[in-house]
């Protein structure tokens, strides 16, 4: 892949510094609008007219009006305060909704891949946003997989001019994908002489420091224009540790029925384990599980052992339930904090932000040749790459050691291993585990064992058998880096069409350009090959032969070079540290692979649109016309290497990529009609319509429409109303995606809980399920037995999860998308007064989407299909899981099919406000004053889906997570002379979690951690909701004589807000603290922006 590197961004800065040209900036607007009219005056000009094209039409206009409703984003604005990455501007405005996927995503699997970050409008989500760059549309960019959407993150920072957000449905105008709507980025095209900008941003804490340098030079004559721009960004990562809100362990985040909150672990405590704090033990290393015996893990304890094992330790006594004591000073051998990776060095040492470097080039030119027909030819080119480096923290890693392994801890027959039968009957046996089980039941284990015959009480002799080492490794799948690069050109030629000039018909132009975008990511992780690791444990081998494969295992061949492992060295087990190493560099090297991904999208777009005026309309107006025809291929090419495409790392889901590429013929028409009558009550009618057909290679033809009314009974009031139809083909990643398989854990609740199998060995019925402690519910029991199996017979000790094969793929069998959206609303601007200037407007908007992709999880399939509650397994959702009925005890699933499917009717509605006040107060000085105040009000988002028996499930989602009921922004800007103070707040109101899966109020001796309930203590229960939250930044700006510099400072988090804490096992989330939500989790920034302006 072809990369600039940033000396050659340098150089070519230099380059750009050196020139001897003349600057004169033109000043951009200052404001932040959602406004569905915004006027420029065509008169203040004293040159010739110049005609504009608006987002959300192909007509030009001589003023930027319209009548869809539209938010402008001014990027000038958003610098002064502090905000210059388009990710955070877009995905924090208040069209924005539901989870946003930003770069704190570290670790999870994305659908663009590691390193991206997208925007959803209306929280539909980023499928369903059409992303364009100066009208034209933006090609997905991403790695790994088949990515779907563009990634904003290479966007330019200090070269675009303003963002535009298009909300209704477009469809009509720009094509499939544009359900809620689109977000345009107009790159600046004003360069004019030479432009040097720095932007710094630091934080008062470790981390999280930023740069960004550009350089931008450019020319305007009679005839011809060009510009070209460089900028280079790095951004430093930020750990975990670095902010006081994420340098902890993921804990308990509990609230009482009197409201309070509670952190404090008790139900640990109250077993009689060492105290945790707050934290949850997860993620538990330097241990050993032994599968099919009666103990649990045993943690390895140098120099000591409370049973037979030597240097591990049993934490608990099974049956009993309470921490095990073996030397009897009342406190637990194990404190689980010692082993858990949650809070260890390697996760509080792993990345919140990841590091990053970036750097784009920007050009673009045209020339109007002579002539009557004003033949201009232009280009537009844009060159960007990003590296990403993240660290997501190690995992564990848990292989099987064959029984006979020379290394296996529970083979008796090699020098350092044992019987871990008879280690358990040590246990057992030794005094402290002797008298807890007196205390309990009266005897000793033994007794209820040897004299009563309960043999699964344990403690004899087993030989040797199968052991899971649970450990940590330094370097394991933690490591990502990744390498993106996008180039874009587009080329065309405008010309008027005197020729057309037939009858009322005037004015006519035409439009020819073809756009190619290409993007290349590649993605390479590091981490303990599965396949290799098998090898060296004897996996292969009939006699557990370490490196030897006589059972003909069909291997890679990288996979020579075998170097026995020993999966118990002490290097292994750091307890505290908890992630270690293998034994000797030999293992480590022959062990560790690379997993490399290389992903290309490209995409054509050929277009010709012809538009002009076709008759006078009453009031002296032309009705326009605009007509066209397009041309799209999108093509995909994603490449695995072969360890990910057959899923070589250990506990890794593989991925086969995606290949193929799909056309899209379409032709499309517009026409407005725009009467201006200045009559009373009918001042101004503009009527615009819209429609388009597409041929697209899998799903044959889908049309279009779209229909809009401006209404002005005044001059200062227009009325307004918008209806649409959309669709969204299927993309690449839905069409194209090859199976991918992996492993995850499913919990199955087909299987007699741990709960309903008596445990008191007294009892005669130990061991054997009861139903009276079964709380399942009726219907899970009726939707397993018809699914085939017995909820009473499927019994596994009481454990429900299980590791299971998941696989995910394309399908071309899916269906389009379709919706249907309207609003409605006024903007009023006052007229009884020019002592001031006040504009307002609502609009409210409602779009509904049928027929939706999704690609459910397994924890969707499981709970649409077994918990039904007609009891009939009649979830479309059943077929997708495949169990091995042969056993009726353990009818273990096998596959989950995670495909995508058509499914569901998806709605969104709500209101959109926004003000704009100004006026110049008289205090000494005249001073400008401005205030600017968007906001949204999310009346519904909600799923609904009717069950093939006629039964509707419907979801509301409002209020919830990522849909807060008011979300907004204020801008307040005070001018005077060459200074200016800003002041942006944005505020998102309070949140909770679905009502359905808030948790029932429990004590530690249930399902909470934090309260013991009565008649000492109260109930609680995991705390999933946060207040509303307000975020300020501040700036003061000069602007130097002539605008040939400027100089602007400011502090953006003003008040170092915290994110908001919230359980993470309600609301997903990093240490407690939420993400993708639009609360700030890097804390108080000061930044400082330089730029100047050469006129030599």
């Known amino acids: 892949m072809f990369k600039l590197k940033p000396l050659a961004a340098l150089t070519l800065l230099g380059s750009l510094l050196s020139a001897q040209t003349v600057f004169a900036q033109e000043e951009a607007l200052e404001s932040t609008t959602v406004e569905a009219v915004a006027e420029e005056s065509a008169e203040a000009n004293l040159g010739p007219v110049e005609e504009v094209v608006v987002t959300g039409s192909r007509l030009r206009s001589s003023t930027y009006t319209s009548i869809s409703p539209l938010q402008i984003i001014d990027a000038e604005f958003q610098r002064e305060v502090g905000l210059i990455d388009a990710t955070e501007i877009l995905q924090n405005s208040t069209n924005a909704g539901g989870q946003q996927i930003d770069l704190t995503f570290a670790g999870f699997v994305l659908d663009n891949g590691p390193g991206s970050t997208t925007v959803s409008l209306r929280g539909l989500g980023a499928n369903r946003t059409l992303v364009l760059m100066n009208g034209r549309r933006l090609a997905p960019s991403g790695v790994e997989g088949a990515p779907s959407a563009p990634n904003i993150g290479l966007v330019p920072r200090l070269m675009i001019d303003r963002y535009e957000n298009l909300l209704d449905a477009a469809s009509s105008v720009y094509g499939s994908d544009a359900i809620a709507g689109a977000t345009n980025i107009i790159t600046r095209k004003d360069f004019n002489g030479l432009e040097v900008q720095l932007f710094s941003d630091g934080h008062n804490r470790q981390g999280g420091d930023g740069n960004t340098i550009s350089a931008a030079w450019g020319f305007t004559d009679d005839t011809s224009t060009f510009g070209i721009g460089v900028e280079y960004n790095e951004q430093e990562r930020v750990l975990y540790s670095d902010r006081p809100w994420t340098n902890e362990c993921t804990g308990n985040v509990e609230i009482t029925e009197s409201g309070e909150i509670r952190r404090q672990d008790l139900y640990y405590a109250n077993i009689g384990y060492p105290d945790v704090g707050q934290c949850r033990p997860t993620s538990l290393a330097a241990r050993t599980f032994v599968p099919g015996t009666p103990f649990g893990s045993i943690y390895y304890t140098p120099g000591g052992s409370n049973g037979g094992w030597p240097n591990f330790s049993e934490s608990g006594t099974p049956v009993l339930g309470v921490a095990a004591d073996g030397n009897g000073d009342g406190v637990g051998d194990i404190n689980f904090m010692d082993y858990s990776l949650n809070g260890a060095p390697s996760d509080l040492g792993s990345d919140l932000l990841p590091k990053s470097e970036s750097m784009n080039i920007l050009a673009y030119g045209e020339m109007t040749l002579e002539g009557d027909m004003n033949v201009t030819p232009y280009f537009e080119a844009m060159y960007n790459t990003l590296e990403v480096n993240q660290n997501s923290g190690e995992g564990q890693l848990f292989p099987d050691v064959p029984a006979l392994n020379p290394y296996n801890m529970c083979n008796p027959n090699q020098p350092n291993g044992v019987d871990c039968g008879l280690a358990y009957g040590a246990f057992l046996d030794s005094p402290g585990i002797q008298q807890q089980w007196i205390d309990t039941y009266g005897a000793p284990a033994s007794f209820f064992r040897d004299v009563l015959g309960l043999s699964w009480i344990g403690g004899t002799a087993i030989g040797p058998v199968d052991t899971l080492p649970i ?40 439009d ?69 190493d ?15 991904f290389n992903t290309v999208y490209e995409q054509t777009l050929v277009s010709m649109v012809l538009d002009g005026d076709i008759f006078e309309v009453p009031g002296g107006e032309m009705a326009q016309l605009a007509v066209g025809v397009e041309y799209r291929n999108d093509d995909i090419q994603s490449n695995p290497d072969a360890v990910a495409r057959d ?251 995670l495909g995508f499917i058509n499914r569901d009717l998806e709605r969104a509605r709500g209101i959109d406000y926004n003000l704009t006040f100004r006026d110049v107060i008289d205090i000494g000085v005249p001073v400008d004053f401005t205030w600017n105040l968007t906001a949204n009000r999310n009346l519904e988002r909600s799923l609904t889906f009717t069950n093939p028996d006629g039964t509707v499930d419907y979801e509301s989602y409002e209020g919830e997570w990522g849909y807060s009921e008011w979300r907004g922004i204020s801008q307040v800007r005070f001018g005077w002379d060459r200074w200016s103070l800003n002041l942006q707040t944005r505020y998102l109101g309070a949140v909770a979690q679905d009502a359905e899966t808030v948790d029932e109020f429990s004590d530690a001796f249930t399902a909470s951690d934090t309260c013991l309930g009565p008649p000492d203590d109260e109930l609680c229960r995991d705390y999933g909701e946060t207040g509303s939250y307000m975020l300020h930044n501040v700036s003061i700006n000069y602007r130097g004589e002539d605008d040939k510099w400027f100089l602007g400072a400011g502090v953006r988090n003003l008040e170092d807000k915290a994110p908001p804490l919230a359980d993470s096992t309600e609301v997903l989330g990093v240490k407690s603290r939420p993400i993708g939500y639009g609360y700030d989790v890097y804390g108080r920034e000061f930044f400082v922006n330089v730029q100047y302006n050469f006129d030599i």
């Not at 690069?485 to 035409?510: K, Y």
């Not at 993007?519 to 390479?524: F, P, R």
């Not at 293998?582 to 490399?596: C, H, I, K, M, V």
Request: proline share 5%; hydrophobic share 35%.
């Open 647 to 897: 899923g070589l790392f250990w506990g890794f889901f593989s991925d086969k990529g995606a290949f193929g590429d799909v056309s899209l013929n379409e032709v499309f028409a517009e026409l407005q009609i725009p009467i201006k009558a200045n009559k009373p009550l009918l001042k101004e009618l503009t009527i615009n319509l819209a429609g388009r057909l597409t041929e697209h290679d899998y799903y044959g033809n889908n049309e279009t429409a779209s229909a809009k009314i401006g209404y002005r009974p005044a001059e200062a009031l227009l009325l307004r109303a918008t209806w649409g139809t959309a669709f969204r083909a299927p993309n690449n990643r839905e069409l194209f995606l090859l199976g991918s398989t992996g492993f995850t854990n499913v919990f199955d609740p087909c299987y007699v809980p741990e709960a309903a199998i008596v445990g008191d060995p007294t009892d005669p019925n130990a061991g054997q399920y009861n139903p009276d402690l079964d709380l399942r519910e009726p219907e899970v029991l009726a939707n397993c037995r018809a699914t085939g199996v017995d909820p009473i017979l499927a019994n596994n000790g009481g454990f429900n999860t299980f590791s299971t094969e998941v696989q995910t793929g394309g399908s071309l069998t899916l269906d389009p998308e379709e919706s249907e959206s309207y609003s409605y609303g006024f903007s009023y601007e006052q007229d009884w007064s020019n002592k001031f200037d006040l504009a307002f407007g609502m609009t409210y908007y409602s779009v509904k989407v049928e027929n939706t992709v999704i690609e459910p999880s397994t924890g969707y399939i499981i709970s649409d299909c077994l918990y039904d509650e007609a009891g009939t397994a009649a979830s479309v959702f059943c077929d997708r899981i495949s169990r091995d009925l042969s056993d009726p005890t353990d009818p273990r699933i096998q596959l989950m099919d």
């Open 512 to 580: 020819f350009s073809i756009a190619y975008n290409r993007s290349e990511g590649d993605s390479s992780r590091y981490g303990v090959r599965e396949d290799r690791l098998n090898l060296a444990l004897g996996y292969y081998s009939s006699t557990s032969t370490p490196c030897e494969n006589d059972l003909g295992e069909v291997l890679a061949a990288d996979t020579a070079g075998c170097v026995p492992v020993n999966m118990y060295a002490p290097s292994l087990y750091p307890v505290g540290a908890v992630t270690g």
């Open 582 to 596: 293998f034994e000797t560099q030999a293992e480590r090297d022959y062990l560790f692979g690379s997993r490399d």
């Open 471 to 510: 450990v940590s490794v330094r370097g394991d799948r933690n490591l990502t880096d990744v390498e993106m690069e996008q180039a874009r050109l587009v080329v065309g030629v405008t010309a008027d069409l005197p020729f057309m000039d037939v009858g009322s018909l005037s004015n006519w132009r035409g």
